[in-house]
C-alpha cells in the first residue's frame, strides 16, 4: 500500500493515530497504553516526545494515570447535548482528491448529498482543505457544528486521523460515509449483498474454483475488505465451492496461483486491478470470468481499459449513499439514541462480451 507523505510532525502523528485507536476500539479501554519505549519503537520518537505523546493523550481524558505502573486507557466520553435545533445546513468537509471534481467515488456522493438537500430545502455546503498546507496536520480541528447543522463526511482511509478531534467532539450530529466508527451513525455498501450478487454470476456460469484477489489497491479499506472476505468464506461454504484468496496484492504472485490451481472464476475488489491484471499478467485469462466490487462506473481511469468490458462489475449506487448521510442526519436525535446505520445495494452489471 502506497504510504501517505505528511507534514505532521512526529508527535502529531503519534497523538493522532493513537487518539483513533482508542476511539475505534482498537486500544480497548482499561488496558494499559503502551509504554514510552514502547512509542519509540512504534513511532520512531525519542522518550522526550513519548512523554509529551502520553501527556497530551492524559490531558485529552483518554489516558489515566496510576502511580508506579503504565498508563490506562480510557474509554472516550460522550456526553449527551441538550438538543438539537431542525437541522438547516449539511457540510461536507475532504480534500479535492477526495470529494471533488474527478474522483473516484467523491463526486458522486456529493451529488446524492446535494440532490437530497434540494429536495428538502437544505443548504450543502462543501469544503474543500489541503492538509499538506495545513501546518498543524488537522482539517477544521477547532470547529464546533452549530445547533442548525449537520456533518456528511465521506473521506479517504488515510485522511481520518487528521479528523480526530473533529469526530470526537461530543454534541456532532454527523453521518459517515463507506466508514464506521463507534458512536456514529453511518452509511456503507452491502458488502454480504456484493458478494452474494458476485458469486451468483459466477455460480450462472458454472464457476467452482474461486481465487480472490485482496489488497491488489491502495483504495481498499482494511474494515470492508475483512468484512467481504468474510460473507464471501461463509457463501462459499454453503454453495459447495473451493475457494483460494491471495492477500499479497502482488500480481505476479497471483499469476503463479492461476497457473497452478486454475481457477475458473477471478474475484477482485477493485475493477482497475482487475483490467491491469488482465492487460499485462494474463491476457490468456480474458475468457475466464472476472468479477469486480469497484470502483463503480463511470469511472475516469476505465476508458483507458477497454478490458473493462470483460470484467462482470458490481456496481455500487453512490447517489443512493449520500442522499442516505441526509436523511440519517434529518433523522438524528442524540449522540445516545440507537444507531441506525444503512447498507445501501448496488447491482451487477454484465460484462459486454458474448457469453
Not at 491488489?216 to 454453495?239: G, K, Q
Amino acid at each position: 500500500m502506497a504510504k501517505i507523505q505528511e507534514r505532521r510532525s512526529k508527535f502529531r502523528r503519534a497523538v493522532d493515530e493513537l487518539a483513533m485507536q482508542i476511539y475505534n476500539g482498537k486500544l480497548e479501554p482499561g488496558a494499559q497504553m503502551y509504554s514510552r519505549k514502547e512509542l519509540c519503537e512504534l513511532f520512531d520518537i525519542s522518550l522526550m516526545t513519548a512523554h509529551r505523546v502520553q501527556s497530551e493523550l492524559h490531558k485529552l481524558g483518554l489516558l489515566s494515570a496510576q502511580s508506579g505502573q503504565r498508563f490506562i486507557i480510557n474509554a472516550p466520553g460522550i456526553v449527551e447535548p441538550e438538543g438539537f435545533k431542525p437541522l438547516r445546513r449539511v457540510i461536507s468537509i475532504g480534500g479535492r482528491n477526495a470529494i471533488g471534481p474527478g474522483t473516484f467515488f467523491g463526486e458522486r456522493i456529493m451529488a446524492g448529498v446535494s440532490q437530497e438537500c434540494a429536495e428538502h430545502n437544505l443548504e450543502h455546503v462543501i469544503e474543500y482543505v489541503n492538509v499538506h498546507e495545513n501546518p498543524p496536520g488537522f482539517i477544521n480541528t477547532g470547529r464546533r457544528l452549530k445547533a442548525d447543522e449537520g456533518l456528511a463526511l465521506f473521506l479517504g482511509r488515510s485522511l481520518l486521523p487528521e479528523v480526530v478531534s473533529l469526530l470526537m467532539t461530543p454534541t456532532l450530529r454527523v453521518s459517515l460515509i463507506n466508514e464506521s466508527m463507534p458512536g456514529h451513525i453511518s452509511v456503507r455498501s452491502d458488502l454480504r449483498h456484493c458478494v452474494k450478487s458476485i458469486l451468483d454470476a459466477l455460480i450462472k456460469r458454472k464457476c467452482r474454483k474461486i481465487l480472490r484477489a485482496s489488497y491488489f489497491h491502495s483504495y481498499e479499506s482494511s474494515l470492508n475488505e475483512a468484512e467481504s472476505l468474510e460473507a464471501l468464506e461463509d457463501l462459499c461454504e454453503a454453495n459447495g465451492l473451493d475457494l483460494t484468496v491471495c492477500t499479497s496484492g502482488n500480481h505476479r504472485e497471483l499469476l503463479e496461483i492461476c497457473k497452478q490451481w486454475q481457477p475458473d472464476g477471478l474475484f477482485f475488489n477493485e475493477a482497475v486491478s482487475a483490467c491491469h491484471f488482465l492487460r499485462n499478467y494474463a491476457p490468456s485469462l480474458a475468457r475466464t470470468p472476472i468479477v469486480a466490487a469497484g470502483p463503480w462506473a463511470p469511472h475516469p481511469k476505465l476508458p483507458e481499459f477497454p478490458e473493462y468490458d470483460n470484467i462482470i462489475a458490481y456496481e455500487q449506487d453512490l447517489e443512493a449513499m449520500g442522499r442516505a448521510a441526509v436523511r440519517q442526519l434529518l433523522e438524528y436525535k442524540t449522540p445516545l439514541q440507537a444507531v441506525c446505520n444503512v447498507r445501501v445495494r448496488g447491482m451487477i452489471r454484465e460484462s459486454k462480451r458474448t457469453k
